[in-house]
């Protein structure tokens, strides 16, 4: 069936530092991938997105390109902040199963001034 | 505009009884759907609703489990004879409910459920 795979935490880095959280997939046909980012306290929120094949998703500075040819979506910000400090999510959108989403088991990120 | 709403925010219960869950949608979205967030298993779907469809249960992990949504908006997710193990926060997510794939769901704060 499909799955998400995405590298554990908790990923520990400076601010200013480069950032790479891995995200593969395992899927049949073609899903949509997403990131999600919790924050201390709140509730997923969608963080970016890409539809197809080669189409890279981007806000607040991170990107993620869909690669199928990998059947990857590494999450990547140039240079962290503090506030980044969250935990993100990687899912997929099974269109197989009514769209519903599946998630890897997350990510850990600690960002220190 | 509003984004979803949940209630309670927390719960706290005993073994054995029943809980009700509330969510309220993004207005106009027709496709809702509940998660459930815990240490154990992850991020996990539970069961979709669109429109008048019947709903895809397949992710509910037991016939304790049920929800409804009553006019296409409000949804109540229903635990009865809660156990320890039910202890997790519930997430509500909405989306359009259009074109399959590219849609995007959005999440609730969730209710963090306790089962003493």
């Known amino acids: 069936g499909n799955s998400v795979t995405q590298m554990e935490g908790p990923v520990t880095l400076s601010e200013e530092a480069f950032l790479t959280i891995n995200c593969t997939y395992t899927?049949?046909?073609?899903?949509?991938l997403f990131w999600y980012v919790q924050y201390p306290g709140e509730g997923l929120q969608l963080l970016l997105k890409?539809?197809?094949?080669?189409d890279k998703g981007s806000n607040k500075g991170f990107e993620a390109t869909y690669r199928k040819e990998t059947t990857s979506f590494h999450l990547e910000k140039g240079s962290v902040q503090v506030s980044d400090s969250a935990v993100y999510f990687c899912?997929?959108?099974?269109?197989?199963?009514?769209?519903?989403?599946?998630f890897g088991t997350g990510t850990r990120l600690q960002v220190f001034p | 505009g509003a984004g979803v709403s949940q209630s309670p925010s927390n719960k706290v219960t005993e073994k054995g009884k029943d809980v009700e869950l509330r969510c309220d949608p993004i207005?106009?979205?027709?496709?809702l759907y509940w998660y459930r967030q815990s240490l154990g298993q992850g991020l996990e779907f539970l069961i979709y609703?669109?429109?008048?469809?019947?709903?895809?249960k397949s992710g509910l992990p037991s016939d304790r489990f049920s929800a409804e949504r009553t006019g296409g908006s409000v949804s109540t997710l229903t635990i009865q004879r809660t156990q320890q193990e039910d202890s997790a926060v519930y997430l509500c997510?909405?989306?359009?409910?259009?074109?399959?794939?590219?849609?995007?769901?959005?999440f609730g704060p969730g209710t963090r459920l306790t089962v003493l």
């Open positions: 997510a909405s989306s359009l409910g259009g074109a399959l794939q590219t849609d995007t769901q959005y």
């Open positions: 899927a049949t046909g073609y899903p949509s």
């Open positions: 890409a539809t197809k094949a080669d």
């Open positions: 899912a997929l959108s099974d269109w197989e199963h009514t769209d519903k989403l599946i």
């Open positions: 207005s106009g979205h027709t496709a």
């Open positions: 609703f669109q429109g008048n469809s019947a709903p895809d």
